[in-house]
């Protein structure tokens, strides 16, 4: 079995109460397993990467049932995981001021008549503008905190969260993402978060029972429709004399479309006017063109106040963007800053398909589906955390940072992977080689075992045969 490296030990522990001791041990063999694998990591092959030599005892009574039991039977739920997961990236990493949480939905490819869940849903990767693709799979709503390191312009997507979205189901991946989000505000009550999302999630289903923490201890930030219906949020006088309600919105404001072409160049006078910001977004700084306006989106959000940002890049690089604030005092750099963290969580999908490979498991019945992958994006937070705090320190990051490339990033999960298996190896290595004369004895020490049960099965032999 292989070596778990002192670095990564007390970080593996902080998750040995929601297992029991047998259970953790299999929790920790099947980490080392997936890391060590090399091939396609299905299960069978992860199990066997556990072991150092790649060997496995089959002649027992039950086999592997142990490691399969881990997923198909085991007490451990996906529920106490997202909790010690959330509680250990918030505690563990510093966070300053609001923290960023970003939603999104991401389709796993599977296919068989057996698999539990199994629908079509539209593949992101495979669709343009124009055709839209679907494939066969699970699609997954995932929730992730953005952890931001300044000093190296990096934004990491932290998954803390998952939730299996059915096909047909009527909640949605919008009310699959409320449920999540509210999960979180109830575990940390004195925590104020910024969540961000796409055009998918800017919707009626998501805000449903978030009404009260909306403006107080959250706030969102999403794309909305070019041609949503907007009012002026300020009301016009109401005659006493006239019957019936008051109203409660004001007369309807231009589409954000016609907003946009009827804005003017900077410095010009008009009714709706782009301004200059200078964003760092996208690892480089931008000048961008940003026109914005406070609305009421009734089908959304009711009458509550919101603030619609049209984000224009004059170099025509990227297509005009329509965002929806709901905190009405930020500004427009940072809400524009904000937004591009939403990346993160995209580069983290690709990540875990990627160095991962978590499509790779072949698996069909309900509690391995629902368990498989939560367990593996919970060891890309693991991993992820502990390179961040640990792992950049190590001896072998020092040695693969020499001889990267120019496409090389040291801060991809492929990079970590890289050092946490090098170092693992090298654990091993160090732990079983010796010198030569410790070699000589060891083979002295298994000579006399082998003689001493030779003679007991010739002295056995004797006594049977007077």
């Known amino acids: 079995m292989w070596q778990m490296i002192q670095s990564l030990q007390p970080f593996v522990e902080r998750f040995s109460g929601i297992f029991t001791a047998p259970t953790f041990r299999t929790h920790c063999l099947l980490l080392l397993g997936w890391l060590m694998c090399l091939g396609p990591r299905t299960l069978m092959r992860v199990f066997l990467s556990g072991r150092s030599d790649g060997l496995h005892d089959f002649s027992g009574r039950h086999g592997l049932d142990?490691?399969?039991?881990?997923?198909?039977?085991?007490?451990?739920?996906?529920?106490?995981?997202?909790k010690h997961l959330a509680t250990f990236v918030l505690t563990t990493l510093s966070f300053l001021g609001r923290i960023c949480i970003v939603v999104d939905d991401s389709l796993f490819h599977k296919?068989?008549?057996?698999?539990?869940?199994?629908?079509?849903?539209?593949d992101a990767v495979a669709s343009t503008k124009n055709r839209v693709a679907t494939a066969s799979g699970h699609n997954w709503v995932v929730l992730a905190i953005v952890f931001e390191m300044p000093l190296f312009d990096r934004v990491f997507a932290l998954p803390v969260m998952a939730r299996l979205h059915s096909p047909g189901e009527t909640l949605g991946c919008a009310g699959l993402a409320r449920e999540m989000v509210?999960?979180?505000?109830?575990?940390?009550?004195?925590?104020?978060?910024l969540l961000l999302g796409d055009g998918g999630y800017t919707n009626s289903c998501l805000f449903e029972g978030l009404e009260n923490d909306l403006g107080k201890r959250l706030d969102y930030i999403g794309r909305m429709r070019a041609d949503a219906t907007l009012y002026d949020p300020d009301v016009p006088e109401q005659p006493a004399s006239k019957p019936g309600p008051k109203p409660?919105?004001?007369?309807?404001?231009?589409?954000?479309?016609?907003?946009a072409n009827r804005a003017v160049p900077p410095g010009q006078k008009g009714e709706y006017q782009w301004q200059e910001t200078l964003v760092s977004a996208y690892g480089q700084r931008r000048l961008l063109w940003v026109c914005t306006f406070i609305a009421l989106w009734p089908t959304v959000l009711g009458y509550r106040s919101i603030r619609v940002v049209i984000v224009r890049d004059p170099e025509k690089v990227m297509d005009d963007c329509y965002l929806m604030v709901t905190d009405l005092k930020m500004g427009l750099s940072a809400i524009v800053r904000a937004y591009s963290f939403r990346w993160a969580i995209e580069v983290m999908f690709k990540a875990c398909k990627q160095a991962l490979d978590i499509e790779a498991p072949q698996h069909f019945c309900?509690?391995?589906?629902?368990?498989?992958?939560?367990?593996?994006?919970?060891?890309?937070?693991l991993i992820t955390v502990w390179y961040l705090l640990a792992g950049q320190h190590e001896p072998e990051a020092e040695e693969l940072r020499q001889h990267m490339g120019e496409w090389d990033s040291e801060w991809s999960l492929?990079?970590?992977?890289?050092?946490?298996?090098?170092?693992?190896?090298?654990?091993?290595?160090?732990?079983?080689s010796g010198s030569e004369a410790e070699l000589i004895r060891k083979k002295i020490k298994e000579k006399k075992k082998e003689r001493k049960k030779n003679k007991k099965k010739e002295v056995s032999k004797d006594r049977k045969n007077n």
């Open 66 to 82: 142990k490691e399969y039991n881990f997923f198909e039977r085991s007490a451990w739920t996906t529920a106490e995981l997202f």
């Open 111 to 122: 296919r068989g008549i057996h698999v539990w869940r199994l629908g079509w849903f539209r």
């Open 182 to 193: 509210q999960e979180l505000l109830k575990l940390f009550p004195q925590k104020l978060f």
């Open 248 to 259: 409660r919105k004001g007369p309807e404001l231009p589409k954000p479309k016609e907003v």
């Open 366 to 381: 309900s509690e391995s589906v629902e368990k498989v992958g939560p367990w593996v994006w919970a060891l890309q937070t």
């Open 414 to 432: 492929k990079n970590m992977l890289r050092v946490l298996r090098r170092a693992t190896l090298n654990a091993a290595i160090n732990a079983n």
